[in-house]
C-alpha cells in the first residue's frame, strides 16, 4: 500500500516530521484501549490537474464530533486541520490520495484511570488509486453474510472510533478467507448494517433503499449518494432491511471513502438479478465521478482545491 515512504512525511502535532520519524510511544494510552478517532478522507486529480479533497469540512466535523462523544479535547481548531490536511497533500507532492486523520492520546499513564494524558494529532496522506480490484468497480464484487454481528452502538453510529472497529475487522478477514471481497453485516435484531466499511444500497423497482443509521455509520459518501440521487429524482428510502430485500434486489452497491460506489452482484456465491452492475448504481458512478472531478458545478462546494506551486 505505501510506496516511496523514504521521501514522504506526516503532520504532528503541528510539525512535519519524515515518515520514518513520526512514531507513537508503546505505553500510548489509545494503543491499548482503543481511545482515540480518526478519519478516512479522499483526494482527487480535478480535470484541471490539480487536487481537491472531497467534503473536507464534513469529514473535519464529524472528527470533532467524535472526539467530543468520547471526552478528548482535539487542541486544534477546525480550521488548523483542514489547512494542515492541505498541507499534507502538498508537502508530499500529491496530485490524489488518501488522507488519514488520526486523535490519540499520549503515554503519561496507563490503566482505565490514568487522566491528564495528552492529546495528539497526526495526518497521513499517500496514494491509494484503488481501495480494491480496480475492474471492481464495472464487473461488481461478492461478498458473503457475516457470521460478525454489528452490534448496535450509539458511540460508533455516527463516527469512527477507534475501538469499536474490531467485529468489522473480523468480519472482512472472515469474508475474504472464504474466497469473498467483503462481508455483510447484520445488527442484533437481524437486518441489514452495513458492510465492514462500507455503506450499502440497494435498488428494486427503480427505488433506492439503504439501512437506517441505527447500526451503521451515516457515512460521508453515503451522505453524498442520497443527495445526488434525490437530485437525479430517484425515490430513496431509508428503512430496516431484511437480507431476503438483499437477495431478491434488482442492483445493489457499497459507498465509502475507500470504496466510493462500488456495485455488489454476488450474495453468498450466488448472483444478485443478472449478476452485473445495475443501470442506477452505473449512473450514480458517472455523477460521482463527475462531482469528485470537479466537472458538476452543482456540487462545486463539495470540493477543496489545492495548488501545488
Known amino acids: 500500500m505505501f510506496v516511496n515512504t ?32 480518526f478519519e478516512g478522507v479522499r483526494a482527487y486529480k480535478t480535470s484541471k490537474g490539480q487536487p481537491a479533497i472531497f467534503r473536507l469540512e464534513e ?17 486544534y481548531s477546525k480550521q488548523e486541520l483542514n489547512i494542515a490536511q492541505c498541507e499534507v497533500m502538498s508537502r508530499n507532492e500529491l496530485f490524489e490520495g488518501y488522507i488519514r486523520p488520526i486523535v490519540y492520546l499520549g503515554n503519561e499513564g496507563l490503566g482505565l484511570r490514568a487522566k491528564d494524558l495528552s492529546v495528539n494529532v497526526a495526518i ?18 461478492s461478498i458473503i453474510k457475516s457470521s460478525h454481528m454489528q452490534y448496535e ?3 460508533h453510529s455516527g463516527n469512527k472510533i477507534i475501538g469499536t472497529y474490531f467485529s468489522n475487522t473480523m468480519a472482512l478477514h472472515e469474508a475474504l478467507e472464504s474466497g469473498a471481497d467483503e462481508a455483510l453485516m447484520m445488527d442484533k435484531n437481524g437486518f441489514i448494517s ?8 440497494l435498488v428494486k423497482d427503480g427505488v433506492i433503499s439503504t439501512p437506517t443509521t441505527h447500526n451503521c455509520l451515516n457515512g460521508i459518501t453515503r451522505q453524498s449518494v442520497i443527495q445526488i440521487a434525490k437530485n437525479l429524482g430517484i425515490k430513496i428510502n ?3 432491511l431484511k437480507f431476503e430485500d438483499l437477495v431478491n434486489s434488482d442492483e445493489a452497491f457499497f459507498t465509502g471513502t475507500a470504496v466510493e460506489i462500488t456495485p455488489i452482484t454476488k450474495l453468498d ?25 470537479g466537472n458538476n ?13
Open 238 to 240: 431509508e428503512v430496516d
Open 194 to 201: 452495513e458492510g465492514s466499511g462500507e455503506n450499502i444500497f
Open 59 to 75: 469529514h473535519t466535523n464529524r472528527l470533532f464530533d467524535a472526539a467530543k462523544k468520547i471526552n478528548i479535547k482535539i487542541p
Open 6 to 37: 523514504e521521501k514522504k512525511f506526516i503532520w504532528k502535532n503541528g510539525s512535519f516530521k519524515k515518515w520514518s520519524e513520526s512514531n507513537v510511544h508503546i505505553l500510548s494510552h489509545t494503543l491499548h484501549y482503543g481511545t482515540g478517532v
Open 153 to 155: 452502538n450509539p458511540i
Open 269 to 293: 456465491g450466488k448472483p444478485i438479478n443478472k449478476g452485473e452492475r445495475g443501470s442506477i448504481t452505473k449512473e450514480l458512478q458517472k455523477q460521482f465521478e463527475d462531482i469528485v472531478s
Open 124 to 141: 497521513a496522506a499517500w496514494e491509494w488509486p484503488s481501495y480494491m480490484d480496480p475492474k471492481a468497480k464495472e464487473k461488481g464484487i
Open 297 to 309: 458545478q452543482t456540487y462545486k462546494h463539495w470540493l477543496t482545491h489545492i495548488t501545488h506551486q
